[in-house]
């Protein structure tokens, strides 16, 4: 079993920054990859990115140069690094990641992007 909480989320003015965290209950090192997704009001979960175990990464079209997804082994953390942030950004964003055939998801947290 692996729970995933995700913390950062918040109210932010287009243009702003936010850094989500993603603390999972064992160690990730073997655990490849970790990722977000999101999902807006009306509109599919969809990805934004991943990042595999050797630190390779991959990121929607949409977030590219402007979200960076990270990682912390030592602290089983999984960041993401989001400027920039538009309107488009609102969204409840989650973590996730596959493990022994099984896939966990956070409770995710709530990105708004608004002035």
């Known amino acids: 079993q692996v729970q995933l909480v995700e913390s950062g989320g918040g109210l932010v003015q287009p243009g702003g920054s936010l850094r989500l965290s993603c603390a999972i209950s064992?160690?990730?090192?073997?655990?490849?990859?970790m990722a977000w997704y999101r999902q807006a009001p009306g509109r599919q979960r969809e990805p934004v990115a991943s990042?595999?175990?050797?630190?390779?990464?991959n990121y929607a079209d949409s977030v590219k140069g402007r979200f960076t997804i990270s990682r912390d082994n030592a602290k089983n953390t999984v960041y993401l690094q989001m400027n920039s942030l538009n309107p488009e950004d609102t969204a409840i964003y989650y973590c996730s990641c596959t493990y022994r055939w099984s896939i966990y998801w956070g409770q995710g947290t709530q990105v708004t992007v608004s002035s």
């Open positions: 990042i595999s175990s050797g630190g390779n990464t």
């Open positions: 064992r160690s990730i090192s073997d655990i490849t990859p």
